[in-house]
């Protein structure tokens, strides 16, 4: 073989072999880089900064939240699976969350803000909140009363309307609504701050409510003792049941 094959033999062979060597180099970092990257040891998220108008739910809640499972580092960190992780506390109506360089976890909250007590007597921690969706929280946290509502379950957005169109006319008039019942037949009983009962039925329910209103400086001073219900229920006219002396008397030994 001629000198000059040879060598060109030899050109090839080093250049093809330098190539390899860059490809495997290259090869590798990247490697080195993807694992470095995904390992939470380093690149750590080491600081949660958590914000939003709070009332219910505190940092530290999040923060419980967000350690029961690993979170990975600042690449591997999956913001969707922490933002579906944030959005199961029970106080959490959305979260959005995003990762800030070099090792910062931000969360933005919105809180559920709760409208009524839902069916109470079947389940002591349902809420319903102001977009009529019922949630489960621990109502310990609560620093206002909140009227109680209930019905059939499949009927949750009627119950709310109701809710809504009676408490608005009422509180117009100086009444407030403690107490919302929709019945299977969807006929609808309230229960006023003074403990008032009003039977109301199914229809017509603001012109029974305005009747109401129109009646009850009337009904105060027909008798001394206080009212106990009154029955709407009817194209003219009303019924009314007054306390009896035995029942004030009662309710009066209890408290003292």
Request: charged share 25%; aromatic share 10%; glycine share 6%.
């Amino acid at each position: 073989m001629a000198a000059s094959e040879r060598t060109i033999t030899w050109q090839f062979w080093a250049g093809l072999s330098f190539f390899a060597v860059v490809v495997i180099g290259t090869l590798a970092g990247i490697g080195w880089l993807y694992y470095t990257a995904m390992d939470a040891q380093e690149v750590p998220l080491k600081r949660l900064v958590v914000q939003g108008e709070l009332q219910y739910v505190t940092p530290a809640d999040v923060r419980t939240t967000l350690l029961g499972e690993p979170l990975g580092s600042f690449f591997s960190a999956d913001v969707d699976e922490i933002r579906a992780r944030v959005e199961a506390m029970p106080w959490v109506a959305q979260a959005s969350v995003r990762k800030e360089w070099p090792d910062i976890l931000k969360v933005f909250l919105v809180e559920q803000k709760p409208l009524a007590h839902w069916n109470a007597n079947q389940r002591d921690d349902a809420l319903v909140n102001q977009a009529g969706e019922v949630f489960y929280a621990d109502k310990s946290v609560l620093e206002q009363s909140l009227p109680y509502l209930s019905g059939p379950e499949h009927a949750i957005a009627e119950v709310v309307q109701q809710y809504r169109n009676t408490s608005e006319l009422l509180g117009l008039n100086g009444f407030q609504v403690q107490q919302l019942e929709l019945s299977e037949r969807f006929a609808v009983e309230l229960i006023l701050q003074n403990g008032l009962q009003l039977r109301l039925g199914r229809e017509a329910l603001l012109e029974r409510i305005q009747r109401f209103i129109d009646l009850y400086p009337q009904l105060e001073k027909h008798k001394e003792l206080p009212l106990e219900s009154v029955d709407l229920r009817y194209d003219t006219g009303v019924a009314v049941r007054w306390r009896s002396k035995e029942e004030v008397a009662a309710e009066q030994q209890q408290e003292s």
